[in-house]
């Protein structure tokens, strides 16, 4: 009995095996533990010399069983640690990283910049009422200005009888929207998309824009001029620049003004801030009474300036890149190649 129990348990290969060993012998039903139970049948005689024995027995296979077990640990531990290492020196496996898009980046400097200036962030929807986009910015349904906005009409099913909506085809109606919301005084910059149907080498059919607007008791031209020549001089990092206001026209500005930004063309790079070409980069002017007036606003009270610029083009110029479209498609090579992708 011994010497087949301490065989078996030297045999077994796992905790398992052992396991079932220790039932065999000192289970309830097991061996020993049977013999332990005849005991009692026995003369006293007999039981003197069987039961110390019985005793040192299962003493002897209850340590045997608990060395054995000890050893499968170690065992197992030392496999472990011999499969499974790591190197933590090794280099790791270099993953390719996104990096943010010129577009964005670029808003967030103008953002920064004219946010230094007291300006907050407004927003507005994308898909935008045509009161928004056009009635309340005083173009009305058959004003000229409608047609040469290449709008995008969101569609209608038959018996639809919301207001007519379309992608807005500029920031201004964000204008309405923050002085409902906020009435006046007000200084907000709104950037966003914006979308018309055009498609060339300048124009494609979604693009960014970013608008100014405050209005105060009295703001005028002249605080205009200041924050645009402060905000292309950040904007550039140029020490000095020269904007050019010519008279133009928006239904929602009167008067109205395009402003261009000195510049000069040498060796096919552009220069800010000297030379002398003249680059077109927004419109704005004195936001009309009726804009104020759509918008909740008292024009007898309040007067201030807005301002649209295109913000892929602010990118253009500032990066050097000559096509517009290529802002939108993706493409790995053309973002490295401008240093905007690792
Ligand atoms: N909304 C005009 C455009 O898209 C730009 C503009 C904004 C002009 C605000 C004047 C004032 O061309």
């Not at 039903?29 to 069987?50: D, F, V, Y």
């Not at 001089?233 to 000095?240: M, S, Y």
Request: proline letters at 6%; glycine letters at 8%.
């Amino acid at each position: 009995l011994r010497s087949t129990y301490l065989a078996r348990v030297a045999d077994a290969a796992d905790a398992a095996a052992l396991e079932e060993v220790r039932l065999a012998a000192l289970g309830k039903k097991g061996e020993i533990s049977l013999k332990m139970r005849e005991l009692g049948k026995m003369t006293p005689e007999e039981r003197q010399t069987a039961g110390p024995a019985l005793n040192r027995l299962k003493d002897e296979i209850d340590a045997a069983i608990r060395a054995r077990k000890t050893a499968l640990e170690d065992a197992a531990l030392d496999a472990r640690l011999r499969d499974e290492w790591l190197d933590v020196t090794m280099p790791g496996r270099p993953r390719p990283q996104g990096t943010i898009h010129p577009v964005s980046q670029v808003t967030e400097e103008v953002t920064t910049i004219f946010a230094d200036m007291g300006f907050a962030v407004a927003e507005g929807p994308q898909v935008e009422s045509d009161w928004f986009n056009f009635d309340a910015l005083n173009i009305p349904p058959e004003h000229p200005a409608r047609q040469e906005h290449d709008t995008f009409f969101m569609h209608r099913a038959a018996g639809d009888d919301r207001p007519p909506h379309v992608l807005r085809t500029h920031t201004s109606p964000v204008q309405i929207r923050a002085m409902q919301e906020q009435g006046a005084p007000i200084r907000v910059i709104a950037p966003g998309r914006v979308y018309r149907m055009d498609m060339d080498q300048t124009h494609t059919p979604m693009f960014h824009q970013v608008e100014g607007l405050a209005i105060g008791r009295d703001i005028s031209m002249a605080n205009l001029k200041w924050v645009l020549e402060e905000f292309c001089r950040a904007f550039f990092e140029v020490e000095a620049v020269e904007l050019r206001f010519r008279a133009s026209h928006f239904p929602f500005t009167e008067p109205s003004a395009e402003v261009d930004i000195r510049c000069s063309w040498e060796g096919g790079k552009l220069q800010i801030g000297q030379g002398d070409s003249w680059m077109e980069i927004l419109g704005s002017g004195m936001v009309h009474p009726k804009v104020l007036e759509a918008a909740g606003v008292d024009s007898t009270q309040w007067q201030g300036f807005a301002f649209g610029m295109g913000i892929d083009r602010l990118a253009m110029l500032k990066y050097g890149i000559p096509d517009l479209r290529a802002f939108f498609e993706s493409d790995l090579r053309w973002l490295r190649h401008y240093g905007f992708a690792a």
